[in-house]
């Protein structure tokens, strides 16, 4: 016969009670010889199990909720019924609505989208995996992708997970890099239709005549100089766009710079009749890549020249600013840009007018090129204009 005392009857009872309502960290403790130690002691080496393996079962649940809380992507988990198990809170942000709010209730109540709940259903039904691209208006516009796949328990879906990613981006640059792909090709073809349909016309016979074989030649070489422009302006961009491109910085000296690079425009300035002034001190010293600085200044100066009027006049100079930059303006009295028009020209290909600049034998190339060698070297650049009176472009370089 085995009796267990009252006293530890009660004393088990009152464990298991403690354990019941959750608290692991009791044992009964009793270590008397005999039957009643050893069931005592069985007991506490199950509860010691059992708490262990509470424990790595909490320890998971941490980790996969601080993955979830912590998760770029949304995600949305839905029982077999339709109703919302959990959200995290990307999802909860994308949504606009709060866990609290959500969970428990129809998909559909909760998140008023009839795409999405459509593809649940779709994948509740067959287990398949379904993905779809959703806009929404939150309140800017943002594009994502939204992948849901079954949950199986036993081989039968319980459930459907939802996994929402943010393509904004992706699209964006997807759309920057088609749209320079057609520019590209847009600005080649323009060139070389000319220059085709000049050979065939000298070809045809055009070649005898003596009134205009020379001129149908100075297109064509006018042409192809367009051609040679554009290609040395989109293999500088696409040097400059490189990842990790190494500038070769040293001390330069700014005047020197604007100097050179001025002496290349001479004949320009001479035949429009411009004064060109480099005011700039000469002791101004920063550390940059000196090729790099001196095509800034040759392409500024370029359309100081290009675009201004006859007697114009061009003034170049800097100033130290309060964060130890040195801020270079480049002033003219052109023909000035429109304001709704100025944020757009440091954009490639971008032009006020495409005609004039296309005579001009710009390839709108320039100003993106100036702005990628400005911000490598840790500067900025900016533009100022009047309609009519001029423009100023101010660009900032670290000493
Ligand atoms: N100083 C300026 N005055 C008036 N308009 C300007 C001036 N600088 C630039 N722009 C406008 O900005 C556009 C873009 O300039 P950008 O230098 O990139 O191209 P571009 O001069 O036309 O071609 P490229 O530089 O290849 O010769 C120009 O076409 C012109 O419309
Ligand atoms: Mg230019």
């Given at each position: 016969m085995f009796f267990l005392r009252a006293k530890y009857i009660r004393r088990i009872i009152a464990v298991l009670e403690e354990i019941e309502k959750?608290?692991?960290?009791?044992?009964?403790n009793i270590y008397s010889k005999g039957a009643s130690g050893r069931l005592c002691q069985a007991i506490d080496r199950g509860i010691s199990a059992l708490s262990a393996q509470i424990n790595v079962l909490r320890k998971e649940a941490a980790k996969g909720n601080a993955i979830l809380t912590n998760m770029v992507e949304g995600v949305i988990a839905i029982g077999s019924d339709g109703r919302i198990l959990s959200l995290n809170p990307t999802a909860e942000k994308v949504f606009n609505i709060r866990k609290q709010d959500a969970e428990g209730r129809l998909f559909l109540e909760a998140i008023r989208n009839n795409d999405i709940s459509e593809i649940i259903n779709r994948v509740l039904k067959s287990g398949e995996p379904l993905a779809i691209e959703l806009t929404l208006i939150l309140p800017v516009q943002k594009v994502f992708r939204i992948n849901a796949s079954a949950i199986f328990e036993n081989n039968s879906v319980s459930g459907c997970v939802l996994v929402i990613h943010d393509i904004t981006q992706m699209r964006r640059l997807e759309k920057v890099r088609s749209d320079f792909v057609a520019n590209v090709s847009h600005e080649l073809k323009t060139p070389l239709t000319s220059i085709k349909g000049f050979v065939e016309t000298l070809l045809e016979?055009?070649?005898?005549?003596k009134e205009n074989n020379r001129e149908f030649l100075r297109i064509i070489q006018e042409q192809a100089g367009r051609l040679d422009a554009l290609s040395r302006g989109l293999l500088d961009l696409a040097s400059l766009e490189e990842q990790g491109i190494a500038l070769k910085k040293e001390r330069v000296n700014l005047k020197e710079l604007a100097d050179n690079a001025l002496i290349a425009f001479e004949a320009e300035l001479k035949k429009k009749e411009i004064e060109a002034e480099?005011?700039?001190?000469?002791?101004?010293l920063v550390s940059a890549d000196k090729n790099k600085i001196e095509q800034v200044f040759a392409n500024l100066i370029d359309n100081a020249v290009k675009f201004n009027r006859q007697r114009g006049s061009i003034s170049i100079y800097a100033e130290e600013t309060a964060d130890n930059k040195i801020k270079v303006t480049v002033k003219d009295t052109g023909l000035g840009i429109p304001a709704k028009e100025l944020p757009r020209?440091?954009?490639?290909?971008?032009?006020?007018d495409k005609a004039r600049s296309r005579s001009l034998?710009?390839?709108?190339l320039g100003l993106s090129i100036v702005k990628h060698i400005i911000e490598l070297h840790g500067g900025s650049i900016e533009a100022e204009s009047s309609e009519g009176i001029g423009s100023e472009f101010f660009f900032t370089l670290p000493k």
């Amino acid at each position: 016969m085995f009796f267990l005392r009252a006293k530890y009857i009660r004393r088990i009872i009152a464990v298991l009670e403690e354990i019941e309502k959750g608290n692991l960290q009791q044992r009964i403790n009793i270590y008397s010889k005999g039957a009643s130690g050893r069931l005592c002691q069985a007991i506490d080496r199950g509860i010691s199990a059992l708490s262990a393996q509470i424990n790595v079962l909490r320890k998971e649940a941490a980790k996969g909720n601080a993955i979830l809380t912590n998760m770029v992507e949304g995600v949305i988990a839905i029982g077999s019924d339709g109703r919302i198990l959990s959200l995290n809170p990307t999802a909860e942000k994308v949504f606009n609505i709060r866990k609290q709010d959500a969970e428990g209730r129809l998909f559909l109540e909760a998140i008023r989208n009839n795409d999405i709940s459509e593809i649940i259903n779709r994948v509740l039904k067959s287990g398949e995996p379904l993905a779809i691209e959703l806009t929404l208006i939150l309140p800017v516009q943002k594009v994502f992708r939204i992948n849901a796949s079954a949950i199986f328990e036993n081989n039968s879906v319980s459930g459907c997970v939802l996994v929402i990613h943010d393509i904004t981006q992706m699209r964006r640059l997807e759309k920057v890099r088609s749209d320079f792909v057609a520019n590209v090709s847009h600005e080649l073809k323009t060139p070389l239709t000319s220059i085709k349909g000049f050979v065939e016309t000298l070809l045809e016979g055009a070649i005898d005549d003596k009134e205009n074989n020379r001129e149908f030649l100075r297109i064509i070489q006018e042409q192809a100089g367009r051609l040679d422009a554009l290609s040395r302006g989109l293999l500088d961009l696409a040097s400059l766009e490189e990842q990790g491109i190494a500038l070769k910085k040293e001390r330069v000296n700014l005047k020197e710079l604007a100097d050179n690079a001025l002496i290349a425009f001479e004949a320009e300035l001479k035949k429009k009749e411009i004064e060109a002034e480099n005011e700039m001190a000469d002791n101004l010293l920063v550390s940059a890549d000196k090729n790099k600085i001196e095509q800034v200044f040759a392409n500024l100066i370029d359309n100081a020249v290009k675009f201004n009027r006859q007697r114009g006049s061009i003034s170049i100079y800097a100033e130290e600013t309060a964060d130890n930059k040195i801020k270079v303006t480049v002033k003219d009295t052109g023909l000035g840009i429109p304001a709704k028009e100025l944020p757009r020209v440091f954009e490639r290909f971008y032009r006020v007018d495409k005609a004039r600049s296309r005579s001009l034998g710009g390839t709108g190339l320039g100003l993106s090129i100036v702005k990628h060698i400005i911000e490598l070297h840790g500067g900025s650049i900016e533009a100022e204009s009047s309609e009519g009176i001029g423009s100023e472009f101010f660009f900032t370089l670290p000493k």
